[in-house]
Every structure is written in C-alpha cells, then in structure tokens.
C-alpha cells in the first residue's frame, strides 16, 4: 500500500479543435477510476493553420473555459494534475502569450509538448485499453493517430516497435489549407485523397512490405466515425471498425458539405469539419495493411496524461515496456543513418556497465541512464554528413529528431552528450552547452565522461573488451577489463580521458587487465 493514496487527480488537453479535462482517482495499487470526463469546443487550431496564431477572442474563449475546469478542480480539491497542449498551441507564433494569459487568468500551468511526447502518452493508454496487446505487436500493428495539426503513424511488429513517423497532414489542419479549393469543386473529396496520398506515398511501400494485420485508429474523432457507421447500420461492433463499414461511411459524406453532415448527423461544427478528412486519412493507411478493420480504444491523450501520472508513482510494467520502445525508436534511426550497429552496441553496453558500477558516485537516476544509452547508440550518427567533425554533426541530428517520449529539454541533453563523446570537452565558448541550465550541464558533463571512456575502449570496432569491473579505492577507480584481443590501442585512448572524468567526477580511473 503506497502513503498518500488515494488521491484525485486532474489530466487536461488543450486540443486544437476541443478543450478536454478528465478527473480521476488513483489507488493505493494505482488502479484508476474515472470520477468526470468534460470537453468544450474550441478554436485555437483552426486560428493557428490558417493565420499561424490564435486570435484574441479565441485567447478570452480558452482562459474561460480553462477558468472553468479550473473551478472543478477546487471543488475536487485537486492539487495533483498536469495540462498539456499540443499543435494548436505549440505552432502558434504567439504560444508564449497564450500560456501567459493561461497562467494569469485561469491559474493553470500548461505545458507544450511536441509530437513524440504525444505519441509516448497516447500509447501508455493503448497499451492498458487492448487486452491482446502483446499478441498484436507479435502479428503487426500499425497505430494510426489523427491529430488535428498532424498524423502519427507507428509500427510494432514481432513484439517491438519498428518505426514511427509524423506527417503534417492532420485532419484540421486540411481543412483549413484547402478551404480555398473547397470552394471551387463539388468532388472535394478526390482532392483530399489526392492531397492526403502526396503526404503519405513515401509510406506506403514500407507498410505493405511489414504485412501488417491489426490497425489502431486513435484521434480523428474515431468514436464519432464508429457511432455513424452504427447508424447507419453499416456495423453493430462496439470498439471495432470493419473496412466495409469505413468505405460505407465514406460513400455516404464524400459528396456532403459541412452543413449537410451537421443537420443530418446533429454533429457540432468542429466533429463536422474534420469528418471527411479523418475518414478519407483512416482509409487510406487501412488500405496499406492486411487487417480487415480498425481497432477502436476510445482513449485520448487525458487517458495516456493520467497513466503517466501512475507511472511516475508506481513501479508499474508498463514503464518498463515503454522504456524499451524508445530505445527501439532510436535504433531505427541511428541505422537509418547507416552507423557501425556492432560498435554502437558495444560503446552502449559498456557506458551502462560504467554508469551502473560507478551510481555511488555519479549519484543519478534511471532516466538519466535513458540518456547515456541513447547518447551512446547514437553518437556516431553524424558521420553519414561528414567524418570530420562527427560529433558535430551527430549532435545537430539528434536535437532535431522526435523520439518518443523525450521532450525538447531531454534532446537537447543528449545531444550535447553526443557531442563530447570524442576529443572536445564541454566549454562556455560552445553556444549550446553553455545555454544549459546549471544543474544540466553538470549533468551533461558526467555522462559525457562516461560515454569517453566506454567510446575510448571500442575505438578499433572490434569489441575486444568483453567486459569491465570496478572497483573503488580511495579517490582511484580501478577498471578491470576481461578481454578478447590485444587492446594496447583501446587502453591508450582510455587515458586520454581520465583526466576529464577525475574533473568531473573527483576520482580518478586505474587499468587493471584480466585476458
């Protein structure tokens, strides 16, 4: 039993097209029971793709309703909850003065996140909402998640995650950039197909090649789709979307207006708008598979921001797995980048040997060891653009990547990581490092110090050290190595970098060799 529960929490999505608050009680066991779920619609995203910034009646609109949740929350006397906002608000060139207002008038803290944050969330809810989730991942899924700025795709397959990508091709934001033809055709639906297979052709072979059998939809107001098609008698599947019920629904709007979908539907502007788009998007990626439908969750990202909550209390599997998934995202780019995947492999298990044998010193915590791996699987990366200067080029790469679960701060964390892994040490004359926070360039530098030594003993990229022990004696840290090779080059460069890790961590590294 954990102290301090139960207790009520508060999960909010500042959407693009719906302002969403779901209040929750957690456990003891962190079990969940939802208490309210409420959504307003709003206007921020439909402000954003059209003008790149959300207008001042919009900004009033938002607080009120956020003022709103906020007074519920009180009621609940809620002190635990997180508020995050996603394209609408995170494209808005004025993001900064929207948050300001937020804070000020509906004394919220909401934070940005970017799209692999999204992503992350969204699948902590998947997994919790699908009981065969593991059998899926061994047959294929291909998760498609619709947002109103922008479409997430990803693939499991044979129990891992193989690849995850995002289009800038959401359901909103097509809408709105096409409203203009919308205007001069009766077959806008054609020229949203045709838009929408522009965005998505690159993908198309890579889906079809992975012989994929489950799809999950999320986002693109999916529940709203399902419950039309069970209307229209098309399906009576309560979490289940058959191709022939997705094609049926189709032929029933492609040729509608907004308007009509709304008087014959009694859907809300802000559903209508997005339908056709959303459905047109479903069927497509569905077309790409050999699954016979699309699985229906009805979870969103509140249901993902409570579960995360959960995670960051309890001891739960579901950490675990997902901690796993990104180390497999990030694999599937660094080989897109053509690295040496032995001496990637090498270089990672030996800095988690080092940061594992060496926690009474360095004092940090498992998610910073999720930085080091990534670091170190990833720090040759840059090599692909240029062998000189390297490191460079694979800090450049890794700050501009998405991958899942890690925020804009985390990223650029390891790419400062990254950066140092080879002869340049951190210094304020780099702009980057220096734009640190304190207590991150600390953190920088550690395992930066780290990463050299382990990079140090795989420089021929023939893994010739099989493994290390450590052991402590007064301000030396002795290295034993277990080894399959001569390894006079690799405890040559090893040298090289104690004195960086006796600075930053105040001892110093002593060889031993065991063969």
Not at 76 to 101: F, K, M
Not at 228 to 251: D, F, M, S, V, W
Not at 283 to 294: C, D, N, Q, V
Not at 378 to 405: L, W
Request: charged share 25%.
């Amino acid at each position: 039993m954990k102290k301090g529960f139960p207790k009520t929490v508060a999960a909010i999505d500042v959407g693009s097209n719906f302002l969403r608050m779901m209040i929750a009680e957690v456990s003891s066991r962190g079990s969940i029971m939802i208490l309210e779920d409420l959504f307003k619609p709003t206007q921020i995203g439909r402000d954003t793709f059209a003008t790149g910034a959300i207008g001042l009646q919009s900004v009033r609109e938002l607080c009120s309703t956020l003022r709103g949740f906020r007074r519920l929350m009180k009621d609940y006397q809620i002190r635990e909850y997180r508020a995050l906002a996603t394209s609408g608000l995170r494209e808005a060139y004025n993001q900064l003065y929207v948050l300001e207002q937020i804070r000020v008038r509906a004394n919220l803290e909401v934070e940005v996140i970017n799209n692999a944050e999204e992503r992350f969330i969204m699948f902590k809810a998947i997994r919790d909402s699908l009981s065969n989730i593991s059998e899926m991942r061994q047959e294929g899924i291909l998760v498609v998640n619709i947002g109103m700025g922008g479409v997430e795709t990803t693939i499991y397959n044979q129990g891992t995650l193989q690849f995850t990508e995002h289009i800038k091709a959401g359901s909103l934001r097509l809408r709105e950039i096409l409203a203009d033809l919308e205007r001069t055709t009766l077959d806008f639906s054609s020229i949203v197909d045709e838009f929408v297979e522009s965005k998505i052709y690159l993908l198309e072979s890579v889906i079809r090649s992975m012989m994929i059998k489950n799809v999950v939809g999320l986002g693109g107001e999916l529940s709203s789709i399902l419950s039309l098609c069970q209307r229209e008698n098309l399906t009576r599947e309560k979490n289940y979307l058959p191709a022939r019920a997705l094609l049926g629904i189709h032929t029933n709007i492609r040729h509608m207006t907004v308007d009509q979908l709304i008087n014959r539907y009694d859907l809300h502007r802000n559903e209508a708008e997005i339908l056709l788009p959303s459905v047109i998007i479903f069927k497509r990626f569905l077309e790409f598979t050999e699954a016979k439908g699309i699985h229906v969750p009805m979870i969103a990202l509140r249901h993902g921001i409570i579960a995360n909550m959960v995670d960051e209390w309890f001891d739960t599997q579901r950490k675990y797995d997902f901690a796993n998934d990104i180390i497999s995202s990030v694999w599937y780019i660094a080989r897109k980048y053509a690295i040496d995947e032995d001496h990637a492999a090498q270089v990672a298990n030996l800095s988690l040997s080092i940061y594992d044998q060496t926690r009474s010193i360095h004092k940090l915590g498992e998610r910073e060891k999720l930085y080091l791996q990534i670091a170190a699987i990833m720090h040759d990366i840059g090599k692909f653009v240029n062998m000189i200067q390297h490191e460079k080029h694979s800090s450049s790469i890794i700050r501009y990547q998405e991958i899942m679960g890690l925020s804009k701060r985390e990223l650029n964390i390891i790419a400062n990581i990254a950066r140092y892994h080879s002869e340049r040490e951190p210094t304020f004359n780099d702009a980057r490092f220096k734009a640190l926070k304190d207590n991150d360039k600390t953190l920088v530098s550690k395992l930066a110090a780290i990463l050299k030594l382990a990079d140090a003993l795989d420089i021929t990229h023939k893994q010739n050290v099989r493994s290390i022990e450590i052991s402590t004696s007064g301000d030396r840290l002795h290295f034993t190595f277990f080894t399959q090779g001569e390894i006079l080059l690799e405890a040559w460069n090893f040298e090289n970098y104690c004195d960086f890790f006796e600075e930053v961590m105040g001892v110093r590294p002593a060889i031993k060799y065991k063969g």
